[in-house]
C-alpha cells in the first residue's frame, strides 16, 4: 500500500530564509507526487507535481521538489520565504487509478 | 478555477440525525472524491466516483454513503451522525484521462465544515 510520511508537523522560519519541508514515500512502481499547500480556511491549491523526467520538478509561488528515487523523497523548497508562505503542506502519492494518499501535513510559521 | 462548490459550507446538527453533503462541478470531469481532514490525520479518503453510479470506497468509508446520479453532482450523505465525524470536509475533481500520464492532479472545493453535537 502507498504511504507518505512528513516528518515535520511544524516548521518556523524567517522571512527570506531558505526552506525545505521533507516527504518520504512508499510506493511499488514509479510513483506520481504531488504538493498542495492549504491557507487557513481555503481548500487545497496544488504547488507542483512529478510524473517522469527531470526530477527537479518547478512550481507555481517559487516553489521547487526534487525527486530523489534512492532515498524515496520528494522535498519542496524556496529559496527566500515570504511572510504570505504561511500555510499548511501536503505531500501526497498518487496511483494511476486517481486514488491519492496524503501525509498528515507540515505547518509553516515565517517570523517576521 | 476547477468550478468546485460545496454546500453548505457549515452545518450544525446533532447526533443521530442525517447529512447530506454536496459537490458540485460544471467541467464535467469522470473521477470525483470525498475526503474528510481532521488535524494531524492530514486528508483521508471517504470514497470516490469514476463516473454516473460508479463509486467505491475509500480508506475511512464506514458511516458515509455516496451517491452520483449526475456527472456534475456527488453527494456524501451520513446516515446517522455521530460525534466522530465532526471534521471538515472537502470534495475533489480529478483532471485528465483514467491511465493518462498527468491526469492525475486533483482540484479541491472550498470545504464543508460540520459538526455533530
Known amino acids: 500500500a502507498q504511504s507518505v510520511t512528513q516528518p515535520d508537523i511544524h516548521i518556523t522560519v524567517s522571512e527570506g530564509a531558505s526552506l525545505e519541508l521533507r516527504c518520504n514515500y512508499s510506493?511499488?512502481?514509479?510513483?506520481?507526487l504531488f504538493w498542495y499547500v492549504q491557507s487557513p480556511g481555503q481548500g487545497l491549491q496544488l504547488l507542483l507535481k512529478?510524473?517522469?523526467?527531470?526530477?527537479l520538478v518547478q512550481g507555481i509561488k517559487g516553489f521547487e521538489a526534487e525527486f530523489k528515487r534512492s532515498q524515496s523523497s520528494f522535498n519542496l523548497r524556496k529559496p527566500s520565504v515570504h511572510w504570505s508562505d504561511a500555510a499548511e503542506y501536503f505531500c501526497?502519492?498518487?496511483?494511476?487509478?486517481?486514488?491519492?494518499?496524503f501525509g498528515d501535513g507540515t505547518t509553516l510559521t515565517v517570523k517576521p | 478555477d476547477a468550478g468546485i462548490t460545496q454546500s453548505p459550507r457549515h452545518k450544525v446538527t446533532e447526533t443521530g440525525t442525517p447529512v447530506t453533503l454536496r459537490c458540485h462541478q460544471t467541467?464535467?470531469?469522470?473521477?470525483m472524491y470525498w475526503y474528510r481532514q481532521d488535524p494531524g490525520h492530514g486528508l483521508r479518503l471517504i470514497h470516490y466516483?469514476?463516473?454516473?453510479?460508479?463509486?467505491d470506497k475509500g480508506e475511512v468509508s464506514d458511516g458515509y454513503s455516496v451517491s452520483r446520479s449526475k456527472t456534475e453532482d456527488f453527494l456524501l450523505t451520513l446516515e446517522s451522525a455521530t460525534s466522530s465525524q465532526t471534521s471538515v470536509y472537502f470534495c475533489?475533481?480529478?483532471?485528465?484521462?483514467?491511465?493518462?500520464?498527468?491526469?492525475?492532479?486533483?482540484?479541491f472545493g472550498p470545504g464543508t465544515r460540520l459538526t455533530v453535537l
Open positions: 475533489a475533481i480529478r483532471t485528465g484521462l483514467a491511465g493518462e500520464t498527468g491526469g492525475n492532479e486533483q482540484f
Open positions: 510506493y511499488g512502481a514509479t510513483p506520481y
Open positions: 512529478y510524473f517522469s523526467g527531470d526530477t
Open positions: 501526497a502519492v498518487g496511483a494511476r487509478a486517481g486514488k491519492s494518499t
Open positions: 467541467e464535467n470531469h469522470r473521477y
Open positions: 466516483s469514476y463516473g454516473v453510479k460508479d463509486t
